[in-house]
Each structure stands twice: as structure tokens, then as C-alpha cells.
């Protein structure tokens, strides 16, 4: 028997269309599921329910009052969550602090309008970490947000609430947002397709500042066109952002459906931090996606070495500073988390000359890398160094050990944010102990098509979403 959150998002738009499925039983559905099941999986800070059947009644009269269903918004109905970083007018955002615990969201986020447009219904805030900070998704606001593979185990972060939303059936899909490899961790974590887009196409206004560029927002989905979808509704340049990404030929979605033809992929599995080890489960994953690519008649070749672990701590300097850019009452300074007070004082510490320095030289040495990667179509690595960690391998630890656990665990995303690259995770492995593990595809400045048309021809080849961790049934 079919459930309505078996259906994935254009499933779902198109039963709405079609009458098929009714936009406030839709909501009632995932709603009731959210009530049941979020306090063990952690995905929810915020449930607004009253929003959603709001949503959903203006839905359902849309489609009522449609002379032709093919006008109607793209994503009519479709229950669509909101990280709990981006700012929803009127609903509680905490950005996973203490701090901001009883805070009204004073605006809507660029793509907050814009799914809205698009005719989502929002079901909820997303749990996600202290101002984004960590790769976890723990903090004093909400409960752990965990993988439903191993409810034992981290969903990742930042949207990691996001993330174990769509994987445990209580949403067809999400917004999230990376910084770091906050979409692309917690969808290794947590068995999804993740899409983190190029520089500037996806607009963080218009109250976040984009000034390092290193952050985005991006769509956490269940399979490649779902994803392709999201960013097609996310994709919109906006009034004062700061970047601009290359204009694509044509709807993202469209190339879900282009052969990808043959491409030259570069791979590599040497990790940026030092003292980062890739346990033997992500190199297997790594192993048999080139050998899959290779299967599929892409030429793979190693990506020629470069060292890049003396550009650590200009990223760690950006990420600090970061930390600041939240402003805090100084009576308010006790309620943050230790690692957040951590970053905060090393952040206050950073001079100007000491923060712009970073950037120039991250910015210098992307100049050339990016001239080596400009070779390829695409570049294979491990999402994480490590499987699905348990809860508290982080959070319990004092901060400099935090951080640097967090180092080791994810020493491949960050690079592309700093790049500006588009990046992907695709779940093509799982463990012998039923544990998601993702590997990342990296493209060319604005060459999301390209991935997309990739991860489509992979997702065929080995299929991944009829895969469903054990709380999907309950």
C-alpha cells in the first residue's frame, strides 16, 4: 500500500494537479507522522501546523478554482520544510541558539518567497546547530537531530534536521544551506541526494550577508530530479547579492533527463586536514563509485596532488570570524555553546589585516587550483572521512578537540565552498551495517547541469531511493 509520503516531490505536485491526492490530507499526513515520530528522530524545532493547513486550504482552492492544472505553481501543496537558520516572517527562528529561543522571524529569507511562490506548504523549521556553526545538528533548543538509519547516531549538520526530515518520510524534501558541507554532510549522513550550488545562485539575502561567499542555499532531496526541481524554484538572482553565478542552458531539471555523454573525472581521496584518516567504509563507497563511473564509459584519473593543508587556517580564520557576524547581547554571552563562544573569541581576536589576509590567500590559491580543475568535467572524492558518527562525538568533547574531530570528519567539503563550485552527494553505498555512505561530485563554476545529467545516469545505474531506514514503515 502506497502512503503519501511515498510519493517523492513531483509525485506528489503532480497527484495534487491531478486531484488525486488533497492538499490538507496531504499536510494532515506529514503532520501526524511529525507529531508521532520527531522527538526520536530530532528533525523539528518548530512545527507549525497551523501555517501548514492554512497553506494547504489556499492550495486546495487553487486547484479547485483552476481552469488548466498546467498553471498552477510548480510544487502546489508539497510540504516542504525550512532550516532554522533562514528567516520565515511571523514564525519562531531560533538559529539553534538559546539566545534567540522566543525570536519572530521579522522577514522572509529570498528563498523562503520563493518556495512559497512556487506553492509549497511549510511544515516546519528544520533543527540545525548553534548559527550553523558545527557538522551536528545538537544544541539547546531542540532534540539531537539523528540519521534514521541509526537513531544512535548524528544526522550531520547544519541541516542535519533537514536532512533526517526528508530520510525518515516527513517531508518529500528540504531546504538547507552549506557553509562548509552543511547540505552535503548530513546527506551522506542520513542516504540523500544533496545539491550544493555555485557561488551565487542561489541568493542568501536579504538579510544574510554573503560577504566570503561561502555559504548557499540548496535542496536536500530523496533522488536526483526531485533536487533538480528545488533548485530550479530556488534558482534567482537578487538585489544586492553579492556574487552572480553563469546562467544555465536550460531548466536544471532538464538536464536530469540530457545523457551526460562521456566525461573526463578527476578523483582523488587524499584529504585536505593532515591528520584525517578515510575509514575503510568511505574508501569502499569511493572505490566503487569509480569503478561504477568507469562502467558507465567516463574516463577516471587520478586528480594531480596538491597540497592544500596549508590553507587550513585561513578557513578556520573565515569560520571564526563568521561566528561573530551574529549579533549577541553581551547579557546574553552565558546562553551560547562552548564551541560557540570558542569561535566567537577567536573570531573577536582575528585584526582585519590578519581576516583580509585570509581571504587573499585562499582566494590566490583558488586561482590556480581551479585553473587544474577546470580540466575536468567533474571530480570524484569521499563526502566524509568517516561513516555516520554517534551522538555527542562532538558535542560532548571540550572545543578545541570538537573542532578538531570536526576536521578530521569532514576534510573534503569545505574546499569547494571556498572554491565556489558546485557540489553534490550522491548515496551510492551503504554499509554492511545499513549505514548511508555518500560520495561527492564536484563541477566546473556553474556546471550544476553536468552533475545533475551525472548523478541522474548513476542514480539509474544504482538505483538508491527505494531504500528506506527501518522508522519510514512506523
Not at 590567500?361 to 580543475?373: K, S
Not at 558535542?395 to 565556489?420: K, L, V, W
Amino acid at each position: 500500500m502506497t502512503h503519501p509520503h511515498d510519493l517523492g516531490v513531483r509525485e506528489t505536485a503532480a497527484a495534487v494537479r491531478a486531484r488525486e491526492i488533497s492538499p490538507v490530507e496531504l499536510a494532515d499526513h506529514y503532520l501526524e507522522r511529525i507529531e508521532r515520530l520527531n522527538p526520536r528522530v530530532g528533525a523539528y524545532v518548530t512545527v507549525t501546523a497551523d501555517l501548514a493547513r492554512e497553506q494547504a486550504r489556499a492550495a486546495e482552492k487553487a486547484v479547485a478554482d483552476a481552469a488548466d492544472p498546467a498553471e498552477l505553481p510548480p510544487l502546489l501543496g508539497v510540504p516542504i520544510p525550512i532550516k532554522d537558520l533562514n528567516l520565515v516572517e511571523g514564525v519562531r527562528t531560533t538559529f539553534g541558539s538559546a539566545v534567540f529561543a522566543d525570536l519572530t522571524g521579522f522577514a522572509d529569507d529570498s528563498v523562503v518567497r520563493l518556495l512559497r511562490d512556487a506553492g509549497t506548504v511549510m511544515p516546519g523549521k528544520t533543527t540545525t546547530p548553534e548559527f550553523g556553526l558545527p557538522c551536528y545538528s545538537e544544541g539547546p533548543v531542540a532534540p539531537p537531530a539523528r540519521t534514521p538509519w541509526d537513531l544512535t547516531r548524528s544526522a550531520g549538520g547544519s541541516s542535519g534536521g533537514a536532512a533526517a526530515a526528508v530520510a525518515a518520510g516527513l517531508a518529500p524534501a528540504a531546504q538547507g544551506s552549506d557553509g562548509g558541507g552543511s547540505i552535503r554532510i548530513p546527506s551522506s549522513a542520513c542516504g540523500l541526494f544533496g545539491i550544493k550550488p555555485t557561488r551565487g545562485r542561489v541568493s542568501l539575502g536579504p538579510t544574510s550577508a554573503d560577504l566570503f561567499g561561502l555559504a548557499t542555499n540548496g535542496p536536500i532531496a530523496r533522488n536526483v530530479r526531485d533536487a533538480a526541481l528545488l533548485l530550479d524554484v530556488m534558482s534567482a538572482p537578487m538585489y544586492g547579492d553579492m556574487f552572480r553565478a553563469p546562467a544555465a542552458d536550460g531548466t536544471f531539471l532538464s538536464f536530469a533527463d540530457r545523457p551526460p555523454g562521456r566525461l573526463r573525472i578527476a578523483r582523488s581521496i587524499e584529504p585536505a586536514v593532515p591528520d584525517a584518516t578515510v575509514h575503510p567504509d568511505c574508501v569502499a563507497a569511493y572505490e566503487e563509485a569509480s569503478a561504477l563511473l568507469e562502467e558507465l564509459g567516463h574516463e577516471v584519473v587520478d586528480l594531480p596532488q596538491v597540497d592544500a593543508s596549508g590553507l587550513l587556517p585561513h578557513f578556520e580564520t573565515l569560520w571564526a570570524a563568521m561566528a561573530t557576524t551574529t549579533p549577541v547581547p553581551p547579557e546574553s554571552e552565558h546562553l551560547l555553546q562552548p564551541l560557540t563562544r570558542h569561535l566567537r573569541a577567536r573570531g573577536a581576536a582575528t585584526t582585519a589585516a590578519e581576516l583580509l589576509n585570509a581571504q587573499a590567500t585562499l582566494q590566490g590559491a583558488f586561482r590556480l587550483v581551479l585553473e587544474v580543475m577546470d580540466e575536468y568535467d567533474a571530480i570524484l572524492h569521499p563526502t566524509l572521512a568517516q561513516p555516520p558518527v554517534p551522538v555527542g562525538h562532538f558535542h560532548d568533547q571540550d572545543p578545541e578537540e570538537n573542532f578538531a574531530r570536526q576536521t578530521r570528519f569532514t576534510p573534503f567539503c569545505a574546499m569547494y565552498n571556498i572554491s565556489g563550485q558546485p557540489a553534490v552527494n550522491v548515496p551510492l553505498h551503504w554499509t554492511g551495517e545499513g549505514l548511508p555512505i555518500g560520495v561527492m561530485l564536484a563541477g566546473r563554476i556553474g556546471g550544476e547541469g553536468t552533475l545533475i545529467s551525472l548523478s541522474a545516469q548513476l542514480e539509474e545505474a544504482r538505483p538508491w531511493a527505494a531504500r528506506k531506514p527501518p522508522v519510514w514503515t512506523e
